[in-house]
């Protein structure tokens, strides 16, 4: 009797089971599933490799891939035809969209022209590896550019002074020029966008002394007025001069000249009458 009601119990149990398992089934294969939305696109077109500033735009830098048409970057270009032939005046990234405040106007060309803003100019000036800073000037980069220049014919005259601050360097590179023997000789070259007073500073320091660039944080832009070292300053000289002078008039005046008189046994020391 036991195993009779075991086996009914089982039997049950299975029923339920299918019955269970049949019925879940009935419903996925009845219920919609939702469908997926339709996102509308637009063609955006984005660069292929980085690009430097002056880079003049062709068709293996650019290629177009689908952006969702609502938040497309506003100006975005669809078409990569309408930007060969272009010049870059920013720099840009692989995958960056090109927009229209990276490129130069139309018909303006490529290369640096196109960089330089309205009222300014790029002048190169020639560098070495200390006047570069070791490598680190760089397109984009600001400096200070430092003058030594001996205005008088005395070594004394010797000057360094910081002649322009917060200057944006357009380009930096290598070019190639002859010596005195008509022999190849690569020469580094920083170009500088200055207007047109710095220029003539730049181009007069160049000529009578030497120059320097100091590499600036491009997030500083202070410009501090300075007066300029000369060698005894520099090595202390005239500070120490003046730290005589102050010493000598604070020192208190020698004492006057007297003269001892002897009466007996008594002896008194009198000043002396100029």
Not at 34 to 42: E, G, K, L, S
Not at 60 to 83: C, M, N, Q, V
Not at 113 to 120: L, R, S
Not at 143 to 151: G, L, S, Y
Request: aromatic fraction near 4%; proline fraction near 9%; hydrophobic fraction near 45%.
């Amino acid at each position: 009797m036991a195993r009779i009601r075991v086996f009914i119990v089982l039997t049950l149990a299975v029923a339920a089971g299918g019955t269970f398992a049949f019925g879940t089934y009935q419903y996925m294969q009845t219920t919609p599933t939702d469908a997926p939305v339709a996102v509308a696109t637009r063609d955006v077109v984005v660069a292929t490799a980085d690009l430097q500033l002056g880079a003049e735009l062709r068709q293996e830098h650019l290629r177009s891939i689908k952006w969702p048409a609502d938040y497309a970057p506003a100006g975005a270009f669809s078409d990569t035809a309408e930007l060969v032939g272009r010049g870059l005046i920013q720099p840009v990234a692989a995958n960056e969209v090109f927009l229209p405040t990276k490129l130069s106007p139309i018909e303006a060309g490529a290369g640096l022209p196109p960089v330089i803003p309205e009222g300014y100019r790029a002048m190169s000036v020639r560098v070495n590896d200390v006047i570069g800073v070791a490598g680190y000037v760089l397109p984009g980069t600001r400096v200070d550019v430092v003058a030594t220049v001996n205005p008088t014919t005395q070594t004394t005259g010797m000057t360094s002074k910081v002649i322009l601050t917060n200057v944006l360097v357009l380009a930096a590179g290598t070019k190639i020029e002859q010596d005195e023997n008509n022999e190849p000789l690569a020469v580094s070259v920083v170009t500088l966008q200055v207007d047109p007073e710095q220029a003539e500073r730049l181009t007069l320091a160049s000529n009578e002394g030497k120059i320097q660039l100091a590499l600036r944080n491009p997030l500083d832009p202070t410009a501090p007025e300075t007066s300029g070292i000369r060698p005894a300053a520099l090595m202390g000289y005239a500070e120490q001069r003046v730290a005589r002078a102050a010493a000598a008039s604070q020192a208190p005046p020698p004492p006057p000249p007297t003269i001892e008189v002897i009466r007996g046994d008594k002896r008194e020391q009198i000043v002396a009458q100029e």
